[in-house]
């Protein structure tokens, strides 16, 4: 059975920063394009950040997060990573991870979100 379990939301002031962690299990994780998606209240869901499966290979952002996030995985345990810092209210938003077998194609499975909140 395929899992995908995020962790690490909650509420934060603007200009703090939050860690959010995505568990996999039931798939090979080494082997998928690991992806961390957001969907601001009332907004659609967004690509905030993707990484390669392999160590050195390519990382994307959203524009709207360049230079304050990093995506990054851990192989060995199966996790991949979110770190986000000098977080703005914008960046409130239910945060999804996602695994794809390739980039450019549809994500094959989704976590069930954890919630971010920027305000003071």
Known sequence: QVRLVESGGGLVQPG???RLS???????????VMN??????????ELVAAISSYPGGRIMYADS????????????????????????PEDTAVY???????WGTPTDY???GTQVTVSS
């Open 16 to 18: 703090g920063s939050l």
């Open 22 to 32: 995505c568990a996999a299990s039931g798939f090979v994780f080494s082997s998928y």
């Open 36 to 45: 961390w998606y957001r969907q601001p209240p009332g907004k659609e869901r």
């Open 65 to 88: 997060v360049k230079g304050r996030f990093t995506i990054s995985r851990d192989n060995a345990k199966n996790t991949v990573y979110l770190q986000m810092n000098s977080l703005k």
């Open 96 to 102: 999804y991870c996602g695994a794809r077998e390739r």
């Open 110 to 112: 989704w976590g069930q």
